[in-house]
């Protein structure tokens, strides 16, 4: 069974890589990010070793750069991807909260770029919306409420029921998740999507993510249920979907979180994700 440092030491060799330096303790339980120098690209990069299942290698390749982080390589035997280190790096969490709405217009830009690039794909190859969902039937929760489980069962159904244009999204599309990446902050073209999760669903469902991020600061806000709100105004003047079906999509989505959290996805997250979807308008 291969160990992560033997991931690392054969990609090393294969990418000619100096200046190795992990960005943090390397774990057999999450993906491991390292920085380096390629001797072979020329280039400082990140080396990413995939622990946890993605389909974030199929996703980069089939975008090929366009709104997302170019994928330099994949070798698929030791789940590394050779990734350009992007500069300045800074994540669109740094404009919030002063400047939340060009944040949002950030993102919309990028979702609507994607939406409108024609890529062929096999829908089968990824799961769905559907699928994930499917974990409200089956998650036994100590610490979430029943009742707020109940609820997210019960509106994700009536949301499924409209049978939207269906897309390859990023399934993850917060504020930390795109970054900066030439020098004009404000200008949308000088951000680009990392980490995709690679999922079939609606536009709707991709751009909710947002709504509740970034945590914990949005709750750490003297408002938070106001700044939700404007985003929803914000989210229906820029695509026109209706609030409702936004703040229930938002809803689904932190408890949907709140699962992936308790099961092992990041516990620390877990109660800010309970605290944030109690912020639901309707």
């Not at 890529?119 to 100590?142: A, G, M, P, R, T």
């Not at 408890?255 to 944030?276: D, K, M, P, Q, T």
């Amino acid at each position: 069974m291969k160990t992560i440092n033997d991931s690392i030491n054969k990609l090393v060799t294969k990418w000619k890589l100096e200046k190795v330096k992990p960005t943090t303790a390397l774990s057999s339980n999450s993906n491991n990010i390292i920085r380096a120098y390629s001797a072979l690209y020329k280039i400082d990069v990140i080396l990413k070793i995939l622990v946890q299942n993605t389909y974030e290698p199929e996703v980069l390749k089939l975008f090929n750069g366009k709104g997302y982080i170019i994928l330099l390589d994949y070798d698929p035997e030791y789940r590394g991807l050779l990734l350009p280190d992007i500069v300045p790096g800074n994540t669109l969490s740094s404009l919030f909260p002063k400047k939340d709405i060009i944040a949002l217009e950030i993102m919309a830009h990028l979702v609507k770029k994607m939406s409108q690039i024609n890529i062929s794909f096999n829908e089968n190859k990824f799961e769905s919306i559907s699928d994930w969902l499917q974990l409200f039937h089956v998650h036994k929760s100590k610490k979430i409420p029943k009742e707020m489980l109940i609820r997210a069962l019960d509106i994700s159904k009536v949301l499924l029921e409209d049978h939207q244009e269906q897309f390859l999204l990023h399934g993850d599309l917060h504020q930390d998740n795109i970054l900066q990446c030439a020098k004009n902050a404000l200008d949308s073209d000088s951000w680009v999507m990392i980490d995709p999760k690679g999922v079939i669903g609606s536009i709707e469902f991709e751009v909710s993510r947002f709504l509740f991020n970034p945590l914990p600061l949005l709750i750490q806000q003297s408002n938070p249920k106001k700044i939700i709100q404007r985003r929803i105004e914000q989210l229906n003047y820029i695509f026109g979907f209706q609030r409702e079906r936004l703040a229930d999509w938002f809803f689904v989505q932190a408890i949907l979180s709140a699962c992936w959290a308790e099961r092992g996805g990041g516990r620390e997250f877990l109660n800010y994700f309970i605290e944030v979807s109690k912020y639901k308008l309707n």
